[in-house]
């Protein structure tokens, strides 16, 4: 890891710091109740990361399994609420998928004896999470509402997820392939790392831009 | 094979941007255009409205100078008569003699303007029929030949339709017989399959240079107002000394 990479990752804490800190600003704006969530959402993201970060000099806990078993979880579980239950007001949909990808930690016994694919419970997260995205898109693209696009929070989300999750997939699954070749981990790397700023920043904007009664 | 997935969902990524933005272009345009029928729409009703309005207001002033102001200036008339005949100071005579004629003028003007007002000869009256006066009217003056033509002997036309027809012909005439100096208009109307009406206009005058003409004149921009309160096709053609043609059609609606 080089300084710049140490650099984004120090700044990526704060960056969602912030988008935890204006999605409070914003908070009684909102007249709709699930942006309240995802104001909680935001909150939580930050706590759980300032606790990863310094947590282990207040106790003894086994980083990799909280971030494993709570934090990714909890964030694959939100969006597929955020996006199947509330913005394309599919629930069961969000069922479905949520049933699918916590079956999916019971094939941990499968994939134990090869590590080939890094996390399999992780791609298959991504790739419901790119079924959504997509849909989200057509959904958006083929509405009258593309006019103002701009006010659209799920637009802004819609984006950050993409970058983020979805451009950071090949990585995550192919992790140990990578690893071997450092100059494409070390760019790709750093795309994860920037890509996850770009995101929370378009959360923050989401809440500051996107209309308050959508 | 990483980057090949990578690329590939890059190449996606920006596909999908593309797509983003052209649809929400589409999109625009589709409403724009709505907004520009649903403003032409609401330009035409008010203007139809407007012209209703200035009937109505008309036929009332003049229903109102015929009952009030006509009745007083009768009744004045009658008291001058009375003194005229009873002749107590015979040195005024003549002055009341005079104040009497005057009283009749006015009440005659008054009468001829009340009956102006309130004709209501563009609802009772065959367009034909308009046309033909006013053709038969600008020929008594003799500064200028009008000669009308129409291939049918009825047509069905609302109040606004008519008054814009016989408006804009009016212009026409005046405009042709003011500036253009001609010898003979031409007014042709016509009805056909496709075409409600076709109005079609013509003198032999001077012309003027539609791209050289100042003034883009008040009587030009009335008379294409007028026509798209009806929804009519508008042209005018003009070329200098050779005279200037106007052609109005209303398709019909299917």
Not at chain 2, 175 to 183: G, L
Request: glycine share 4%; charged share 20%; aromatic share 16%.
């Amino acid at each position: 890891m080089n300084d710049f990479q140490r650099f984004i990752q120090e700044s990526l804490i704060w960056v969602e710091g912030l988008a935890a800190l204006i999605s409070l600003l914003y908070f009684n704006k909102s007249k709709e109740r699930y942006w309240k969530y995802f104001s909680f959402y935001l909150i939580i993201m930050f706590l759980s990361e300032v606790f990863g970060k310094w947590g282990d000099q207040l106790m003894d806990y086994n980083k990799p399994k909280f971030f494993n078993y709570f934090v990714i979880p909890l964030e694959f579980l939100f969006f597929f609420w955020l996006y199947a239950a509330k913005s394309l007001k599919r629930p069961k949909l969000f069922y479905i998928l949520s049933t699918i990808y916590i079956l999916s930690f019971s094939s941990e016994y499968f994939f134990a004896g090869r590590k080939i694919i890094f996390s399999f419970n992780y791609t298959l997260g991504c790739l419901m999470l790119m079924i959504l995205v997509i849909m989200e898109y057509y959904k958006q693209v083929n509405s009258s509402d593309i006019l103002n696009f701009h006010k659209n929070k799920m637009f802004y989300i819609n984006l950050g997820i993409t970058l983020f999750y979805i451009g950071t997939l090949p990585f995550w699954t192919f992790y140990k392939f990578i690893i071997e070749y450092r100059d494409v981990y070390d760019i790709y790397y750093s795309y994860f790392l920037i890509s996850g700023i770009i995101m929370y920043l378009l959360f923050s904007i989401s809440f500051i831009w996107g209309r308050q009664s959508s | 094979m990483i980057m090949i997935l990578f690329n590939l969902f890059f190449v996606m990524f920006v596909v999908a941007v593309v797509i983003y933005i052209w649809k929400y272009k589409q999109r625009k345009r589709e409403h724009d255009t709505e907004i520009k029928k649903k403003n032409e729409t609401h330009q035409r009703e008010l203007l139809a409205t407007q012209l209703e309005i200035q009937q109505a207001t008309m036929q009332q002033i003049g229903r109102e100078l015929h009952d009030n102001i006509g009745q007083k200036l009768t009744l004045v008339s009658l008291y001058t008569q009375q003194l005229l005949y009873e002749n107590k100071v015979a040195e005024v005579s003549e002055r009341i003699d005079q104040v009497s004629q005057i009283i009749n003028q006015s009440l005659q003007d008054l009468r001829s303007l009340s009956k102006t007002l309130t004709d209501d000869n563009i609802n009772q009256k065959e367009i034909v029929t308009l046309i033909q006066e006013e053709v038969d009217n600008t020929n008594d003056f003799k500064s200028c030949k009008v000669s009308f033509d129409h291939n049918f002997k009825q047509l069905d036309l609302d109040f606004v339709q008519k008054n814009v027809l016989l408006r804009i012909t009016q212009e026409f005439i005046q405009n042709s017989i003011k500036h253009a100096q001609c010898e003979n208009i031409f007014i042709t109307l016509t009805t056909s399959e496709e075409a409600l009406w076709e109005l079609n206009i013509r003198d032999d005058g001077k012309g003027f240079d539609r791209s050289n003409s100042t003034s883009n004149g008040i009587g030009l921009t009335n008379m294409k107002n007028r026509a798209a309160i009806i929804g009519a096709e508008f042209s005018l053609e003009s070329e200098e000394n050779k005279g200037t043609t106007l052609n109005i059609i209303l398709k019909r609606s299917t």
